[in-house]
T-cell receptor, first 115, second 109 residues
């Protein structure tokens, strides 16, 4: 069992749908991350939240909209996605967001398929 | 040339063999991370190190800061060690990691 919980585990959606991915951690971590991972590739960073504020946006298209309602929750709102957005979406958290001297704890991911 | 290079890309071993995966990086780092990912699954952080050597069970990670090189060793390998092993360089920017391409390890019984 991972300490970072992601829901749903699988999601199939059409290009006109709106859906959300959810990530939750109760370790008191103050940094949370969204990654996108295509098959046989390493994860690509999308967003970093530090103390509930967006710290990094890696030039992600606006059809992906992150939200951090509180220190335990991270959402990724999806709208008008393209087939190339099909991937595994991973959430991670770490104790602090400034600097990288802490391990990141990953969830099991949401496997997203766009029809 | 990638900022973080891993070798080999694929590694096949027999159960019980000693395994080494190498990672070279060209960026300045605050820490070097080793991660494990099983097929279809999430990622587990194995080690985070900024100097010297760390050991956890059958896994050992070393880093040479001057040479910008790290190694992950697995002693007495087992089929359950079959996974993708990823090294990632941590800079100073808000937790951002630069990932290597990963090493696919298959251990046969």
């Amino acid at each position: 069992d991972t300490e970072v919980t992601q829901t749903p585990k699988h999601l199939v959606m059409g290009m006109t749908n709106k859906k959300s991915l959810k990530c939750e951690q109760h370790m008191g971590h103050r940094a949370m991350y969204w990654y996108k991972q295509k098959a046989k590739k390493p994860p690509e960073l999308m967003f970093v939240y530090s103390y509930e504020k967006l710290s990094i946006n890696e030039s992600v298209p606006s059809r992906f909209s992150p939200e951090c309602p509180n220190s335990s929750l991270l959402n990724l709102h999806l709208h008008a996605l393209q087939p190339e957005d099909s991937a595994l979406y991973l959430c991670a958290s770490s104790q602090e967001g400034r600097g990288t001297n802490q391990p990141q704890h990953f969830g099991d991911g949401t496997r997203l398929s766009i029809l | 040339k990638n900022e973080v290079e891993q070798s080999p890309q694929n590694l096949t071993a027999q159960e019980g063999e000693f395994i080494t995966i190498n990672c070279s990086y060209s960026v300045g780092i605050s820490a070097l991370h080793w991660l494990q990912q099983h097929p279809g699954g999430g990622i587990v952080s194995l080690f985070m190190l900024s100097s010297g050597k760390k050991k956890h069970g059958r896994l050992i990670a070393t880093i040479n800061i001057q040479e910008k090189h790290s190694s992950l060793h697995i002693t007495a390998s087992h089929p359950r060690d079959s996974a993708v092993y990823i090294c990632a360089a941590g800079g100073t920017s808000y937790g951002k990691l630069t990932f290597g391409q990963g090493t696919i390890l298959t251990v046969h019984p």
